[in-house]
Nanobody, 124 residues
């Protein structure tokens, strides 16, 4: 599956932003999906994941209550709604897909396909 992330930009602390990830090439509903991010000089880290049906989600503690992951299988699109953004949310955000056949995970190794990333910059 090919993934194309979009929606990043420069915002101020407290603002909101919605990221999108368009999938193509394979049946979108066969994949669990995730968002990861990588800040300058840091390792890529898990942000949120959603299972193939949208019925289960995971979030890293630092974004719980602020970010919402969702998907529209009819539109082959994954979303990440980010509210109350903080400067520490600044990073390149990547969407990723993992086959539902292998279970719903939240580590980098659970996802075999990656988008190109979209930069989110939050100014203080």
């Amino acid at each position: 599956v090919q993934l194309q992330a979009s929606g990043g930009g420069l915002v101020q602390a407290g603002d909101s932003l919605r990221l999108s990830c368009a999938a193509s090439g394979r049946t979108f509903s066969n994949y669990d999906m995730g968002w990861f991010r990588q800040a300058p000089g840091k390792e890529r880290e898990f942000v949120a994941a959603i299972n193939w049906s949208g019925g289960s989600t995971y979030y890293t503690d630092s974004v719980k209550g602020r970010f919402t992951i969702s998907r529209n299988n009819a539109k082959n699109t994954l979303y990440l709604q980010m509210n109350s953004l903080k400067p520490e949310d600044t990073a390149v955000y990547y969407c990723a897909a993992g086959s539902r056949l292998y279970g719903f995970g939240k580590t980098l190794g659970d996802f075999g396909s990656w988008g190109q990333g979209t930069l989110v910059t939050v100014s203080s």
